[in-house]
């Protein structure tokens, strides 16, 4: 889909949706959805603060990569619409926070190129001596129904139609 996952739909009447798009199941109407259970539940926890940048970056770059964690793959597009965060440095930019387009795939420890969008180039330079990076993918990528067993997720909408597996939706 061209439009970024999240981004929320108004309507005149005061609904609100938001742009999703749907996990590896097909959807049903009226049924509750939320965050896929990898979103957050990433076994690698490297990913939340501990990503080693392959090289130094500079302040606009809008292409870096990492090295993927020991026991977590990377697939293609997983972060698209997630966030890169300069998870801990010695110098400044901590805290900061990239939304990703795209990213390549990885094999577990192996580098991973990240994408960012072209207008939020890095801030500040890092170092890959001392830089660590987190990434996180968006909460509206690859939903699924909230179950029983699965409640605990952030809540992503309500499905007003049904949809096929890994479709754009906008849920409400």
């Known amino acids: 889909s061209s439009l970024p996952l999240g981004i929320t739909m108004v309507l005149p009447d005061g609904r609100e949706w938001v742009h999703a798009r749907n996990g590896g199941t097909a ?9 896929a259970t990898g979103a957050f539940a990433l076994s690698d926890t490297a990913y939340a603060k501990a990503l080693v940048p392959t090289a130094d970056y500079a302040v606009g770059a809008t292409t870096v990569s990492f090295t993927a964690g020991g026991t977590t793959e990377v697939t293609t597009d997983r972060f698209q ?6 998870a801990s440095s010695t110098g400044t930019g901590i805290g900061y926070a990239y939304k990703v387009k795209s990213n390549g795939s990885a094999a577990t420890g192996a580098g991973c190129t990240v994408t960012l969008y072209e207008t939020d180039g ?3 330079a890092t170092n890959s001596a001392s830089t660590r990076f987190g990434i996180v993918e968006n909460k509206y990528s690859l939903v699924e129904v909230t179950l029983a067993s699965t409640v605990g ?3 992503a909408g309500v499905a007003c139609n049904s949809a096929a597996a890994s479709a754009y939706v906008w849920l409400q």
């Open 153 to 155: 997720h952030p809540i």
């Open 81 to 86: 619409d997630g966030f890169l965060v300069i």
């Open 27 to 35: 959807m049903i109407a009226g049924r509750l959805y939320q965050a």
């Open 122 to 124: 890095l801030k500040v």
